[in-house]
């Protein structure tokens, strides 16, 4: 992956073609697109200017799926929303926003997804104690053997740690 690629691609059918057994379609990079209007175009383009399409498929290295009717405009917000995160946060947001709903709660993801997330952990006890030992430094002299247990169900209560190990705040 190069650095300001979503790496967001997707692949449209022409609806009518396809319903009548043709396949008339292809896939369209949006890294390849400066805006929305040459991602229409280029949707047109492969299409052959359908009234109606159809999202087959999609690839997205963050995991950003959509739906087979989304709308373009959405499509190019959740390409936009990931050229201005950082590239070794972009994981972090894709799994934010499948969390919360999906492309359709895309706008909630974008506004909230900074303050929900953590960082990335082993595991939920590990961020509990770095976010202790942030707060009271002397817990990081504490010897071995005198540490106390973190209440993992209680951290989970408040908090949520994907496979990838990204650590949010519940929402």
């Not at 057994?21 to 896939?27: E, N, R, S, T």
């Not at 005198?146 to 951290?155: K, L, M, T, Y």
């Amino acid at each position: 992956m190069r650095v300001n690629e979503s790496t967001i691609t997707v692949h449209f059918w022409n609806l009518a073609a396809y319903t009548s057994g043709q396949l008339v379609g292809d896939w369209v990079d949006l890294d390849q697109c400066a805006d929305l209007d040459e991602f229409r175009d280029k949707v047109k383009q492969v299409t052959r200017g359908a009234e109606e399409i159809l999202l087959s498929d999609s690839e997205c290295d963050f995991g950003i799926t959509f739906s087979e009717y989304q709308d373009l405009g959405s499509i190019w917000e959740a390409h936009s929303a990931l050229l201005e995160i950082h590239e070794d946060e972009r994981d972090a947001f894709a799994e934010y926003l499948s969390y919360i709903g999906g492309v359709e709660s895309l706008d909630e993801c974008v506004s909230g997804w900074r303050d929900a997330y953590c960082g990335r952990f082993d595991s939920i006890e590990e961020y509990a104690w770095q976010y202790a030992e942030d707060i009271y430094p002397e817990l990081a002299n504490c010897p071995p053997g005198f540490r106390v247990e973190v209440d993992a169900v209680a951290w989970e209560s408040d908090h949520w740690i994907s496979a990838t190990g990204n650590v949010f705040r519940s929402v």
